[in-house]
């Protein structure tokens, strides 16, 4: 028994126009058959249906990734400054209250009935001391959310009743404390109880929230000052750096002048 094999030819047109080159020499191959597919995939580089390399597509797909990523950035930042904002109206109610409510109470008395944790007043002391120095007029950056896109705007701007209202307060709020510290101390000592719970400690402050509080303020007004300097220094160097840095030499032309 004689097998006779027929062997069956397509036709395969190829075109070198509007092939983007990537080296010398180097033209890639757009395949105009249907008979593409019993190509190898080195050879089909282009889609024969949408006419898109591979590299086109990959470049198309990034730039949809990074776009994707910008969003997201923009939706994180929005989330952020509308959460500090919220943070913020709740800690200015409270310093409100504590303040500048009309009464015949004092700040004492205030405390006593508002019973705020350690954690509240730490962040009472970080608002009453961001509100100074916004009021002071000193540069700062402020992330603000327009159009659900987050922007950084730098803002210098001197508010003198705003500043009359909020200087001196944090020392007025920690004068304040320091009375509770020592009423805690001297029921200690009238039960004869001189243990301090963990919950007082950690959650109120115990007989040392003056002292926490201090060192609050304290502590943000020295980073406040170091970043200060930093930038300071950063703005002196690229001013040496300036000065310092030789002018580049002149070319002479085609036609043998200096610029």
């Known amino acids: 028994m004689r097998f006779h094999w027929t062997v069956l030819t397509f036709p395969v047109l190829v075109s070198s126009a509007f092939v983007?080159?990537?080296?010398k020499n180097d033209v890639r191959l757009v395949v105009e058959s249907p008979s593409a597919a019993f190509l190898p995939p080195s050879i089909c580089l282009f889609s024969t249906a949408s006419g898109q390399s591979e590299a086109e597509r990959l470049f198309q797909r990034a730039r949809e990734l990074r776009e994707s990523a910008i969003q997201d950035e923009h939706q994180v930042h929005v989330a952020l400054s509308e959460k500090k904002a919220q943070r913020d109206a709740k800690t200015d109610k409270l310093i409100n209250s504590l303040f500048f409510e009309k009464g015949a109470s004092t700040l004492v008395d205030r405390l006593h009935k508002m019973n705020l944790s350690i954690e509240t007043l730490e962040r009472i002391v970080d608002r009453l001391d961001e509100r100074e120095v916004i009021a002071e007029?000193?540069?700062?950056v402020r992330l603000v959310a327009k159009d659900g896109k987050a922007t950084f705007e730098r803002v210098s701007l001197k508010d003198d009743e705003e500043l009359a209202r909020i200087q001196g307060k944090i020392e007025e709020l920690i004068g304040g404390v320091m009375v509770l510290d020592d009423e805690f101390r001297s029921k200690k000592s009238t039960?004869?109880?001189p243990y301090?719970?963990?919950?007082?400690?950690?959650h109120w402050g115990g007989d040392k929230r003056a002292e926490r509080l201090t060192n609050r303020a304290?502590?943000?007004?020295?980073e406040r000052e170091e970043q200060f300097q930093n930038r300071l220094e950063e703005f002196y160097e690229a001013q040496r750096v300036k000065k310092d840095k030789p002018a580049p030499p002149k070319v002479k032309d085609d036609h043998g002048l200096l610029p």
Do not use: A, M, N, Y
Request: no cysteine.
């Open 20 to 23: 983007p080159r990537t080296r």
């Open 137 to 140: 007029g000193k540069e700062h």
């Open 191 to 193: 039960t004869g109880d």
């Open 196 to 202: 301090v719970t963990h919950t007082d400690d950690q």
């Open 218 to 222: 304290h502590e943000i007004r020295r």
